[in-house]
């Protein structure tokens, strides 16, 4: 028997949970809200956990199970929890490990709702985000105490497109007993294994690049049961009863269901078909995206071109390390004002003024006017977010077209 080891082979072999009764070759959208049992007896064993069943689907459902298998089987993670969004998957995190009193360590460079959720939401409860340099060792320390609950951390930051040495960063956390959180949504599983760096739980806005291209909005927890949550004050008395399942027993019996941030069977199923093709089309926009970079730097109209691929980036080598030849398909670039920046914006013909990323069509933003509108100049000023600043998501379009409308949009300029 041929053991897969392929990215994408694995994935669109993963077998289902059981056997369809059809034989579907895609599994079927179990697009309904409860399951029947044959007795009383199976149905306290289902909700007592001792039958491996579903009975809701705010709980569990099939077509979700096996997106969230898909993702078990490529990344090695002990479970795999598919919610609602990004942003769910974020917030269920924190809710899971923080209580009031609790502190968490991050850089300021955080996705713009990541930013305001560790601001103001978490705040509300009586949980602090300790804001500092995470390419700083010391200050990451200096900000630690007994109710640091966690390190969180994007493996590149949008849109400063930082990138901190994450297995160094790993090192930290566990050396004062702290999990690392990564938000892995701009580094998709195909290019970064985060197993292999130290982390402990992933998360992923799979709205991005795992949902085919922008199809549907979903998130991801995957949680790779290394940490020792006997370390953890709120998971403690759990570790003594369930080991590494601790993290995952409280998630899907209390936080996630409670919550009720569960993803739809139908968005499921775009996921995962989405999910097929995520290294084909991540490679070519990945290509698209050093290719127009060094373009763009030769172009004496563009200030500054930041991508982490390209040679003159100051997280070229760190990034080659974590995310070899693909790290992101996004990129910033700088003209000298933002009256410069609207214009070409505006006469751009095929490249979307869209918000998102990892869509299979280009978009771009203007981030100071759009996602950090609500923020003063000098707060945007120290996220690094200028006004000359341009954000393009690269998608799959063929190169030469994207080349012929960046170059019309300049010479109109
Ligand atoms: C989009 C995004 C999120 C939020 O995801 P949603 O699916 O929109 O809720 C979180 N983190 C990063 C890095 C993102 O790009």
Redesign the pocket.
């Known amino acids: 028997m041929i053991k897969p080891t392929g990215f994408t082979t694995r994935i669109i072999h993963t077998p289902y949970a059981k056997e369809d009764a059809n034989r579907a070759l895609h599994q079927p959208i179990y697009s309904n809200a409860a399951f029947d049992f044959e007795s009383a007896e199976q149905m306290e064993m289902a909700f007592q956990g001792r039958l491996p069943v579903h009975t809701y689907s705010r709980i569990s459902n099939p077509t979700v199970e096996n997106l969230e298998l898909r993702i078990k089987q490529i990344t090695g993670a002990l479970n795999v929890t598919a919610l609602s969004?990004?942003?769910?998957a974020?917030s269920n995190v924190i809710f899971m490990l923080a209580s009031t009193g609790s502190n968490i360590i991050a850089s300021k460079h955080l996705?713009g709702?990541?930013l305001v959720f560790f601001e103001s939401t978490i705040k509300d409860f009586g949980i602090e985000a300790r804001f500092c340099d995470l390419t700083n060792e010391e200050e990451i320390k200096s900000n630690i105490d007994a109710n640091t609950v966690a390190i969180f951390v994007?493996t590149i930051t949008?849109p400063q497109l930082e990138v901190v040495d994450l297995k160094h960063l790993a090192h930290t956390a566990h050396s004062q007993s702290i999990p690392l959180i990564a938000?892995t949504?701009?580094t998709p599983p195909n290019v970064f294994t985060a197993k292999d760096f130290g982390i402990d739980l992933e998360v992923i806005?799979?709205?991005?690049s795992i949902s085919g291209g922008g199809t549907s909005?979903?998130?991801l927890i995957i949680d790779y049961g290394i940490f020792d949550w006997s370390k953890s004050k709120k998971l403690a008395p759990l570790a003594k009863r369930f080991g590494p399942y601790a993290f995952n027993y409280k998630l899907r019996r209390e936080v996630f269901r409670n919550l009720g941030a569960c993803l739809s069977p139908f968005a499921a199923y775009l996921q995962s078909l989405g999910l097929e093709t995520l290294q084909l089309r991540f490679e070519k926009a990945a290509n698209n995206c050093r290719e127009l970079a060094e373009y763009l730097l030769s172009l004496p109209q563009v200030k500054q071109v930041n991508y982490p691929g390209i040679k003159g980036s100051e997280f070229y080598t760190i990034s080659k390390q974590q995310f070899g030849r693909f790290p992101g398909a996004m990129l910033t670039f700088d003209f000298s004002t933002k009256e410069e920046c609207f214009t070409f914006m505006n006469n751009l013909e095929l490249i979307r003024r869209a918000t998102n990323?990892y869509d299979n069509k280009t978009l771009i933003l203007h981030p100071a006017s759009t996602i950090y509108c609500d923020f003063d100049r000098d707060k945007r000023e120290s996220l690094h977010v200028r006004e000359t600043m341009l954000r393009l998501s690269l998608g799959i379009e063929d190169l030469e077209d994207l080349k012929s409308d960046l170059e019309q949009a300049l010479s109109k300029l």
Request: proline share 0%; glycine share 14%; charged share 15%.
């Open positions: 969004s990004g942003m769910a974020v996705f709702n990541t994007e949008n938000d949504t701009l806005s799979s709205t991005k909005v979903g998130g990323v």
